[in-house]
């Protein structure tokens, strides 16, 4: 990067370091013609650079240890009992979405074509560094991100760029998108005891009606 006096003396057409930008000439020029390797810089320009994060590795999911039985107050080991298989991951696919919606991760386009996918029964794919799987890392890192900034803030005088609703905003979203992986991943009636301990909505049992009835 050159200093704002460099940049003058560039601007009007002196090299601020007599033969640099020459040597750089010769450079490109020798790489064309002894390995076939032709770059302009003019043409990254415009390009964003490759973003550093760090993306954390997904915990394997846990298999459950005990019968699905009571969420909320909610007898799902019955539910379960007397539900047709079809009708049931129809119905705990369609509450999935709802969550998504609710905390608002459906408008990641990896997670609404997953919902379309798993809503219609057909496979989705979960495979290490594809789309869905980079994306709920993402959202993984970005509630860490949030997180670390509340904590620092504690020990500086100036507020933090978040807020408490902003990390509970994030905590809801990994949690959706953790609950996401959970019904892709594990049997259907320990994913339904996560999706519905999860949903937000106070008439998620109406809810639950129409989707078992549809």
């Known amino acids: 990067m050159l200093s704002p006096g460099g940049q003058q003396w560039q601007r009007i057409g002196v090299d601020p370091w007599p033969g640099s930008t020459a040597a750089y000439a010769r450079l490109l020029a020798d790489l064309t013609v002894e390995y076939g390797i032709g770059w302009d810089p003019a043409d990254d320009a415009a390009a964003p650079l490759a973003s550093a994060l760090l993306l954390p590795l997904l915990e394997e999911v846990p298999q459950a240890r005990h019968p699905v039985t009571v969420v909320r107050d909610f007898d799902l080991g019955a539910l379960v009992e007397r539900t047709p298989p079809e009708r049931l991951h129809s119905a705990v696919a369609a509450q999935l979405a709802r969550l998504a919606s609710e905390t608002g991760i459906d408008g990641y386009p990896e997670i609404a074509r997953a919902l379309e996918q798993a809503g219609r029964g057909e496979p989705v794919d979960l495979t290490t560094d594809g789309a869905l799987d ?50 892709l991943l594990l049997p259907l009636p320990a994913a339904a005891e996560t999706v519905l301990s999860l949903r937000m909505s106070v008439h998620w049992r109406d809810e639950l009606a129409v989707d078992l009835a549809d």
Do not use: K, M, S, Y
């Not at 980079?134 to 949030?146: G, P």
């Not at 900034?149 to 949690?175: E, I, S, Y």
């Open 134 to 183: 980079l994306r709920i890392r993402t959202i993984r890192a970005e509630t860490r991100a949030v997180r670390g900034l509340l904590d620092a803030a504690r020990h500086q005088q100036d507020p933090a760029p978040v807020t408490a609703a902003d990390l509970a905003a994030w905590h809801g979203r990994d949690a959706a998108a953790g609950a996401l992986r959970r019904f």
